[in-house]
Each structure stands twice: as structure tokens, then as C-alpha cells.
């Protein structure tokens, strides 16, 4: 049962246009999210997140959005930009444990100049 | 060090042997994660040490998977008899605490491959 759920296995967006990047649950449970990015031969490195009391979190070019009623969120990218090719991953805590993580399938951005 | 580091950074076995996988966490984290990632797939959770308490292994797919972690520091995943479908980049992760803004530093993995 995959609770966490990317269904874009790829995205390609040209350089200064925005990503979207999307990702559902099914545990209703889950209250917290966070966005993994991770390059090739490398571990994944933690971008943003956020609380279920928050519907939105920015940092920089990077924003969150959280609708609990869908049980969706997305993450977006503003303006994208080459280094920001990667692989992103949304994850949950599995528990009030906090880094012991269910993980989606990953979407790879591709952004191309 | 200055991150997680892992060993092998890849390691190719015969179907049948048994492998050990390597993780440093990084100094003072007291908590250290052990999860894979499959072709195609996401990370999955294996296994989970917190200070001196009973780790929690819940995401270990059999009993041919085991890990420990000697003295709150160093931490081996043992793969015993190990299939093909063990292949996949194991990743170990470690953070200085558990609360969920405490964050988790990642290795850049060992990729296993069963032949």
C-alpha cells in the first residue's frame, strides 16, 4: 500500500518557467511533508516542508502547498532553473518519530536551458 | 567527518552471498536510518536506531536482513543469502534528534547488485 504517491515520473520545463511538482497521500494521519531532492550518485538532500496547520510554506524560489482536503501538495519552483535537475521526493513521517519516512516514488525534474 | 558516509560506495555479489554495508553517521547524531531505493522506485524505510534503545525494524523485508549499530555510532546492514531483488542503493541517513524539524542528513549510498 504506497501511501505516498508521485504520479509524474518526469517533468520538463524550460529554464525561468515555473515546476510544479505533485504528490498525494492516502493516511489521513500524516501531518507533516517534506521535499527530498537528490542528483545522481548522491543522497538526498531535504528541501522544504510543511505542517497540516499551514496550507503554504515559501523559502526563496520554493514553495509548498498543502490542501488537506484532497490530500495533495505541491511543490513549486519559481523560476526554475538548470541546477534545479534533480529527482524530488514528498515524504512523511511515518510516525511522531520524525525522520523515519514514507517516501513517493520521486518525480525527475529536468529543466532545460 | 563532515557527512554521512557510506562503504562500498557499489559492490557486486553472487545470488547467495552474504553482504555488509558500511554507514558513518555523522558525529553526535544519535539517531541513524537505514532505507533503499529499488529501480524506479522510492526510498523504503528498513530499520531505525535511536541512542540506546531497541532499534525499531520494522521495515526489514525478511529475515535475511539485519543491521546493528556498535557503540551510538557506526552502523553495518548485513544481508544474508542475499536474491536478486536485494539490488538497489541502500541509504543511510542520520540527525541529531527525532523531532521533525531536526534534519536528516543522507550518504550518498552503496549500490548492490546480486548477479
Known amino acids: 500500500d504506497q501511501q505516498v504517491k508521485q504520479n509524474s515520473p518526469s517533468l520538463s520545463v524550460q529554464e525561468g518557467r515555473i515546476s510544479i511538482l505533485n504528490c498525494d497521500y492516502t493516511?489521513?494521519?500524516?501531518?507533516?511533508f517534506l521535499w527530498y531532492k537528490k542528483y545522481p550518485a548522491e543522497g538526498p538532500t531535504f528541501l522544504i516542508s510543511i505542517s497540516s496547520i499551514k496550507d503554504k510554506n515559501e523559502d526563496g524560489r520554493f514553495t509548498v502547498f498543502l490542501n488537506k482536503s484532497a490530500k495533495h501538495l505541491s511543490l513549486h519552483i519559481v523560476p526554475s532553473q538548470p541546477g534545479d535537475s534533480a529527482v524530488y521526493f514528498c515524504a512523511a513521517p511515518r510516525s511522531n518519530a520524525g525522520n523515519m519516512l514514507t517516501f513517493g516514488g520521486g518525480t525527475r525534474l529536468m529543466v532545460k536551458p | 567527518g563532515a557527512g554521512v558516509s557510506q562503504s562500498p560506495s557499489n559492490k557486486v555479489t553472487e545470488k547467495g552471498k552474504d553482504v555488509e554495508l558500511r554507514c558513518d553517521p555523522i558525529?553526535?547524531?544519535?539517531?541513524l536510518y537505514w532505507y533503499r531505493q529499488s529501480l524506479g522506485q522510492g526510498l523504503e524505510f528498513l530499520i531505525y536506531f535511536q541512542g540506546n534503545s531497541a532499534p525499531d525494524k520494522s521495515g526489514l523485508p525478511s529475515d535475511r536482513f539485519s543491521a546493528e549499530r556498535t557503540g551510538g555510532s557506526v552502523s553495518t546492514l548485513t544481508i544474508q543469502r542475499t536474491q536478486q531483488e536485494d539490488s538497489a542503493v541502500y541509504l543511510c541517513?542520520?540527525?541529531?534528534?527525532?523531532?521533525?524539524?531536526?534534519?536528516?542528513?543522507f550518504g550518498q549510498g552503496t549500490r548492490l547488485t546480486v548477479v
Open positions: 558525529s553526535g547524531h544519535t539517531a
Open positions: 493516511n489521513s494521519m500524516f501531518d507533516y
Open positions: 541517513a542520520s540527525s541529531l534528534g527525532i523531532s521533525r524539524n531536526t534534519e536528516a542528513f
